[in-house]
């Protein structure tokens, strides 16, 4: 699209290359993933975070713009406390101790963290818009960006003011899964971005001590989706009391399960057709 007509309401985004009048996209940044999901509580900030340092942990170099702006809690998961401040580039965001994750969130502006965002539709669009446009993202391969629950406003904006790469979907085995995955499917469709995934979250329990997995919230839902859909699964998390102790302690980096954060951030690269090296 020439730089002339193209602003955000009209930009043709299979034919934008980043032009002048449209900050869709941004120099210097590499991929931009949303994770989202149709419900609440299925961790999506978890396997945001999770997607973030399996990625890191591969050479990249990775930012999470939380976009959950009332319920923002990517700096909690992630130990970081920093403030941000600005620069002449932008806004510099503060990053996490182990990988250097840079990480964009309400809660790292607010004076207390403890107190609630109150704040109407388009007030919280035009903070997500700055947490893009105004912020340094600049030399950062992946971006992650970690959607409310829901199909409402907030994933609506990120999907008009961000050029996103792709669309992982977070869901867990109850019986809503399949539906969740499905509105995905149909909200990913209507705007154009492409749905790279499923990820099952809090599948199953490994028991202590025979090593069995038990599927405590019902049988799995994996096959049904990647059959029904033709959608890979690119991860299985396990219900792990560890994993829910390293994000109460804002450790969510020293998370050791190498086997599925490595199968998460391959299927992403496979999906994204990335390859190791950027
Ligand atoms: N696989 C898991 N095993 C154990 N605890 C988990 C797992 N996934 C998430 N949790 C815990 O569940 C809680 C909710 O997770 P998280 O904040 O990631 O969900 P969410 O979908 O982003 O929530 P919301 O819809 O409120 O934004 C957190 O305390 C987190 O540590």
């Known amino acids: 699209m020439s730089e002339q007509g193209c602003n955000e309401m009209s930009c043709g985004k299979s034919s934008c290359e980043g032009c002048s009048g449209c900050s869709k996209k941004k120099k210097d940044v590499g991929k931009v993933i949303a994770v989202g999901s149709g419900k609440g ?153 492409p749905l790279l995934g499923a990820v099952e979250n809090m599948s199953y329990v490994t028991c202590p001590d025979c090593g069995k997995a038990i599927e405590v919230f019902g049988p799995s839902h994996v096959k049904e989706i990647e059959e029904k859909f033709s959608l890979p699964v690119l991860g299985k998390f396990p219900l792990d009391l560890e994993l829910s102790h390293l994000g109460d302690q804002g450790r969510m980096e020293e998370y050791k399960n190498e086997e599925l954060l490595n199968a998460l951030a391959d299927g992403v690269l496979v999906q994204l057709g990335v390859g190791v090296e950027v």
């Open 41 to 193: 509580g299925v961790g999506k900030s978890s396997i945001s975070c999770l997607l973030a340092v399996a990625l890191a942990k591969k050479g990249f170099s990775v930012g999470i713009l939380d976009a959950d702006i009332t319920g923002p809690s990517v700096p909690k998961l992630m130990g970081v406390t920093d403030s941000p401040y600005g620069s002449p580039q932008g806004i510099i965001p503060p990053a996490s101790s182990i990988f250097d994750i840079k990480v964009m969130s309400v809660n790292l502006l607010l004076d207390d963290p403890t107190k609630p965002v109150v704040w109407r539709g388009p007030i919280i669009a035009s903070v997500i818009k700055q947490f893009w446009e105004d912020v340094a993202w600049d030399k950062t391969d992946f971006i992650i960006v970690d959607l409310p629950p829901g199909t409402a406003d907030a994933p609506l904006t990120v999907m008009q003011t961000i050029d996103l790469d792709g669309f992982l979907v977070v869901t867990s085995p109850q019986e809503l899964s399949v539906m969740v995955v499905e509105k995905a499917l149909n909200m990913t469709k209507m705007m154009e971005v």
